[in-house]
């Protein structure tokens, strides 16, 4: 396979490759982007690989290999990819092939012919041939050969694993058309939705998945999307939510059979109690209570148990709060507060847990929407964002020349100026003590930029100032006022404790602080009722280009507010 | 793209207000910060045709673009490397109560200021070079317990409550006390200062006031013992709790241990309180401010008490000056009354002597007048008559009357005439309503 495909004969498709799950998906003729199932119909295939006497199993199949043929499976390997051994954690691996020194990097010893001995397989190579049955799928899905993809990487992948990973798919027969960030896909995937807004908004991906939590702080300016901050986590994961389980059912199953032992004491019981768990995780999602049962779990004791939503929620509270305080702390990190957020897309698999939604939800304002699917009946699917995010840059880009590609992915491209403050207008008031401040851009929105606004102007018209400044945003925080204290007095002290906690909330609120003054102009003559529209660019070089008319008059105010600095090329 | 909707009315222009074209430039922009756009989406690749005109751009730009650019992933700060003590590593994962958990993640540094990402961090790197199946791939030995011991440090560690819970009783942050010896050289302030310093972490009233130095206010000073005095403490010792057993063994018997566990917490803290109140007590007896300010106070005191003294002494001195005055007056003023007594008696007497001379005369004018008898010897009757009378004038008449009359009639040898100044008299007496007309018949 050559890397370089014509782009008239190239199939492109998204991946999203993760380290439990990855999932493959192409964009249909009317723009919209379809998740394809493989052969065992799973839309979310597990990242494994399996070797039985030879045979390679992939996927599900590969992943039930866990309780028989451990040291033969292959999993959890996409974040070793590119690294040096002693930058891994092999913590996710304890119950499959051991990741082990190779040269420079990591490989497993895997039996993987019908040879009665071990191998070396570079984790490049697993990957290759994980890659390669991804492939397979959607050519056998979409019936023509997928030679090209956009693959999802977390944010913090670095060069070198970027690398290691587009070797791989090459060797898989893949060309890899660009490298996205999962949290940008995630947000494209509901940005590219049909009738969707591309308003300006501040969106804040959580991704809650199988071995890793990732945070993004993203701004979105009109299609625009720029990562503020962001934060990992490898302690808050799915896996950890599967623990609490296990060790919850292995307490009800050590409490009924006291005399067959601990399952987690027996690598093939754990495993077994592993999976089963994994499942009951994912029935709580839909259901509110879910059954555990597995024949033979230790020594041939059959085990079956009932719980309920409620009680997951409960074992889980510890993990469901760390994750939302990676949430607060990731805006905290971005210099932001969590009024300033407007959305939360809950992404990875463990988002369909009702208990993240609303643990979330409970950290943030009412302005702030969560995307989840236990929040909104419209939301996407959360392990399916970033593969559709993937599918949709796939096929913007399929046309494209590689060359073109790198180039408008370049740094030189993407690194732009963005706005430090917000630039708005003075309404009701022209003196900045009293006046009020209404921004038209927001901080953080990369240049150049267009933006326009239609003001209302006084009721009986005449000449207006329009003055445009910059404006900062600050928090008011209001304590409620306490209550009389005669009140209180006559309260009994039974009830007092009830008004102390009431008393801890207090109110908060986002103000606009105005900054400096831009410039002023005047419309004069305004009609009865009439509005007034303002169109304001900012050009790279941070000057202003302003026009000031009425709606529906000729002509206008044209003004300009130098830039300081001319290193843009526009 | 998008519009923007304001219902809020823009201000009317302002009398007098006028630009050039009727716009104005004030200020500029404030300077703009250099980020990563995501290459993605399709406004992106319009963005990415517009500014590229289809150039292709030099390496030196590239360089150029990237060198600038805001940082969001942040790169691993070696703030928590710290070496490991090999006797650390033979720990046991049982006797994990005992470890002191920043030791084993390597935060020592930080200790109860680490952040929870700093936790994690150094979390994280345990974990990359301690991780058993590594190891055990590396060929080295299956030993898990520091492995363990490092994921029990951070269970512990990363739980907000369990947290509080070991640096309540994490011995590593402590800070004995200097002994007395030692803050007499003269470094009270550092000394203690750490003190308060690791005492103030406990406090749930944030931030703690500092101990400061010698230059520090009387209001400060005072400040900083009424806050130790009146020490919030978050300190708990539920971490020194002997382990409950498992809840499917004897319930009683779980229950016996929480209560003894319940009274040992209860017991600790109040030996914790008293433990705080007399390290405040010891520091506030080193303190040398206390005794400046109490001698600044007592000379303050004193001054005044000599202020009050010297005032005092004044007055008694103003007293007894005022006193000794009065009582010389007094002296004076005795003696004058007494020679003007005397004198009055003199007088008195004199007068006395006189009137009686005088009704002497008078009397004797009365006899000089033949008792007021036309002629011859007067009758018994008229003598009686003529004297009474002339007693009752005399005594109502004054002493001075009396002499006035006196003199009248000492010369007088004519009775005639001496009746007339009797007539006079009694005449002069009637009108001043002294008698009654028709009393004095001799004389009428």
Request: hydrophobic letters at 35%; proline letters at 4%; a negative charge.
């Amino acid at each position: 396979m050559s890397a370089q495909t014509d782009p008239a004969q190239r199939v492109a498709i998204g991946i999203s490759f993760g380290n439990s799950y990855s999932s493959i998906a192409y964009t249909t003729g009317d723009g919209k982007s379809e998740v394809i199932a493989n052969e065992d119909g799973d839309r979310q295939i597990p990242s494994a690989l399996s070797y039985v006497e030879g045979e390679e199993l992939h996927g599900g199949q590969a992943k039930s290999q866990f309780v028989r043929n451990a040291k033969n499976t292959a999993a959890y390997f996409r974040d070793f990819l590119g690294q040096q051994f002693e930058s891994i954690d092999p913590s996710p691996c304890h119950q499959s092939a051991h990741p082990i020194q190779h040269g420079d990097g990591v490989a497993f010893g895997i039996r993987d012919t019908d040879e009665d001995k071990e191998n070396t397989v570079t984790v490049g190579d697993v990957t290759t041939r994980h890659l390669k049955r991804l492939r397979s799928s959607a050519s056998d899905y979409l019936g023509k050969d997928v030679n090209a993809a956009v693959i999802t990487v977390p944010t913090n992948f670095s060069d070198a694993q970027k690398e290691a990973l587009k070797k791989a798919s090459t060797d898989a027969g893949i060309e890899v058309l660009q490298f996205i960030n999962e949290p940008t896909a995630a947000v494209l995937s509901y940005d590219a939705r049909p009738g969707a807004q591309t308003a300006d908004k501040i969106v804040v991906v959580a991704d809650l998945g199988g071995t890793r939590s990732d945070i993004a702080v993203v701004a979105s300016r009109g299609g625009i999307y720029t990562i503020l901050a962001t934060l990992h986590d490898y302690e808050v994961s799915g896996f950890k939510l599967d623990q609490v389980l296990i060790d919850y059912f292995a307490k009800e199953f050590v409490k009924k059979h006291k005399s067959a032992g601990d399952p987690r004491e027996n690598d093939r019981s754990l495993a077994k109690l592993k999976l089963e768990c994994e499942a009951v995780k994912k029935a709580l999602s839909i259901g509110t209570t879910a059954n555990f049962s597995m024949e033979s779990l230790v020594g041939g004791v059959d085990f079956t148990a009932t719980i309920n939503r409620t009680r997951y929620d409960l074992l889980g509270s510890k993990l469901f709060a760390a994750f939302t305080r990676l949430v607060t702390h990731a805006v905290e990190k971005a210099h932001l507060d969590p009024l300033d957020v407007s959305e939360i897309i809950l992404a990875g698999g463990n988002s369909h847990t009702p208990k993240v939604a609303s643990a979330v939800r409970s950290a943030f304002p009412d302005s702030t929407t969560i995307l989840a699917p236990s929040t909104s009946s419209t939301a996407i699917n959360p392990s399916e964002l970033s593969v559709r995010g993937a599918a949709i840059q796939a096929s913007l880009i399929q046309e494209f020349e590689l060359e073109d590609i790198e180039q408008s992915t370049h740094p030189m491209v993407t690194v732009t100026p963005h706005l430090s403050t917000a630039v708005g207008v003075l309404c009701i008031s022209g003196d900045e003590s009293s006046g009020i401040f209404h921004p038209i851009i927001d901080a953080e929105t990369s240049l150049p930029v267009r933006r326009t606004a239609t003001i209302a102007t006084p009721r009986e018209g005449g000449d207006v100032l329009i003055k445009v400044a910059e404006g900062s945003r600050h928090i008011k925080v209001t304590k409620p006022e306490s209550k009389p204290k005669s009140e209180k007095e006559e309260a009994d002290d039974e009830d007092s404790d009830e008004d102390e906690s009431d008393e801890e909330e207090e109110l908060r609120e986002k103000t606009w602080k105005v900054g400096k003054t831009l410039s002023e102009a005047a419309i004069r003559g305004v009609k009865k009722g009439g509005k007034v529209e303002v169109q304001i660019n900012i050009g790279a070089d941070l000057s202003i280009n302003a026009i000031f008319r009425e709606v529906g008059a000729k002509g206008g105010i044209r003004g300009i507010v130098q830039g300081h600095k001319t290193n843009g090329s526009t | 793209m998008a519009n923007v909707e304001i219902s809020l009315p823009l201000p009317v222009l302002p009398e007098g207000w006028a630009g050039e074209k009727d716009f104005k430039s004030i200020g500029q922009l404030s300077q703009a910060t250099d980020r990563n756009i995501e290459p993605i989406g399709p406004h992106f690749l319009a963005y990415a045709r517009r500014k590229r005109h289809q150039r292709t751009f030099s390496e030196d730009d590239r360089i150029q673009a990237q060198a600038h650019v805001k940082q969001v992933e942040d790169e691993d700060p070696d703030d928590i490397d710290e070496p490991e003590d090999p006797l650390m590593l033979q720990r046991e994962a049982k006797d994990w109560k005992s470890q002191d958990h920043y030791a084993v993640l390597g935060i020592t540094r930080h200790r109860h200021r680490a952040t929870e990402e700093q936790i994690k961090r150094a979390h994280r790197r345990k974990v990359l070079k301690h991780h058993p199946d590594k190891k055990a791939a590396a060929g080295g030995t299956e030993d898990d317990q520091f492995f363990k011991c490092i994921q029990k440090a951070t269970e512990v560690l990363s739980d907000p409550v369990r947290r509080r819970q070991f640096d309540s009783v994490d011995e590593g942050a402590e800070v004995e006390p200097p002994s007395k010896k030692d803050t007499q050289k003269g470094n009270f302030y550092k000394l203690w200062g750490k003190v308060f310093e690791a005492e103030g972490r406990f406090s749930n009233n944030q931030p703690v006031p500092k101990l400061g130095n010698d230059k520090s206010t009387k209001e400060e000073v005072e400040h900083f013992y009424n806050f130790w005095y009146n020490f919030d403490s978050w300190r708990t010792f539920e971490y020194l709790d002997e382990d409950v057993p498992d809840d499917n063994e004897n319930r009683d018997q779980k229950r016996h241990v929480e209560r003894k566990n319940q009274a040992a917490r209860r017991k600790k803290k109040t030996e914790d309180t008293t433990r705080l109140r007399r390290l405040v007590d010891d520091a506030l007896a080193l303190d040398e401010r206390i005794k400046k300010f109490r001698q600044a106070e007592s000379a303050q005191k004193n001054k005044r008490r000599l202020e009050k003294e010297a005032e005092q002494k004044r007055l008694a001195e103003e007293a007894a000056k005022k006193k000794e005055e009065d009582a010389k007056a007094a002296a004076e003023k005795e003696a004058a009354e007494k020679a003007a007594k005397a004198d009055n008696k003199k007088s008195k007497e004199a007068a006395k002597n006189a009137a009686k001379k005088n009704k002497r005369v008078v009397r004797g004018a009365v006899k000089d007048a033949n008792y007021f008898h036309a002629s011859g010897d007067a009758p018994a009757t008229q003598i009686d008559g003529a004297l009474n009378d002339v007693d009752l004038i005399i005594t109502r008449i004054d002493n001075e009357e009396l002499a006035a009359l006196t003199s009248k009639l000492n010369t007088e040898k004519d009775a005639a005439k001496i009746k007339g100044i009797f007539q006079e008299e009694v005449k002069r007496l009637v009108g001043a309503g002294k008698v009654t007309e028709g009393e004095l018949k001799s004389l009428a």
